[in-house]
């Protein structure tokens, strides 16, 4: 039988909450604050939160989270919603939020594809520095090639 689960305490939450973050900040580059912001987002009740909210539960400032705030909406990882009467904007994690971050980044691999094939025509076929670029088009081709099609699988399964 499985073990029975308590909902987590607020702690626990704001560990996890650093843990989303500190991947990011390695991954990404991105503050501190922003992967809190994001990890607070994924587990909070309600699901919607205020930026009062949110800088409450993951003890940041409302200024230094309010580019937080902008830039994870911009990004479509979150998303900014109001309710009729209220002056109050809240935020969610969008429902799409993981198959937008990660088509984003494979853009960046077509990306620098293109650059690599660019860069290869600057230089006779088989030079040493014609090689040298070949070799990162060769991976990024491989990557674009086989990440394609999984974003049309995942498309064909997750339509609504």
């Not at 991105?30 to 912001?37: E, H, L, N, Q, V």
């Not at 974003?151 to 997750?158: I, T």
Request: aromatic fraction near 10%; charge should be negative.
């Amino acid at each position: 039988m499985g073990e029975e689960r308590r909902e987590p305490e607020l702690d626990e939450l704001r560990a996890w909450a650093e843990q989303v973050a500190t991947y990011f900040m390695r991954l990404s580059g991105w503050p501190p604050i922003t992967g809190r912001a994001l990890g607070w987002l994924m587990v909070c009740e309600p699901r919607e939160q205020s930026a009062a909210n949110i800088a409450e539960a993951i003890r940041a400032s409302r200024a230094s989270l309010t580019g937080t705030l902008r830039m994870l909406t911009l990004s479509k990882l979150v998303q900014a919603v109001t309710r009729p009467g209220e002056r109050t904007t809240y935020y969610r994690i969008a429902d799409d939020a993981w198959a937008t971050v990660l088509r984003q980044r494979f853009a960046g691999l077509a990306e620098f594809l293109d650059i690599t094939r660019r860069g290869r025509a600057m230089f006779p076929e088989g030079s040493p520095r014609a090689a040298r670029v070949l070799a990162a088009e060769d991976v990024f081709r491989w990557l674009v090639e086989e990440v394609e099609p999984m974003f049309e699988r995942w498309d064909a399964e997750h339509r609504e």
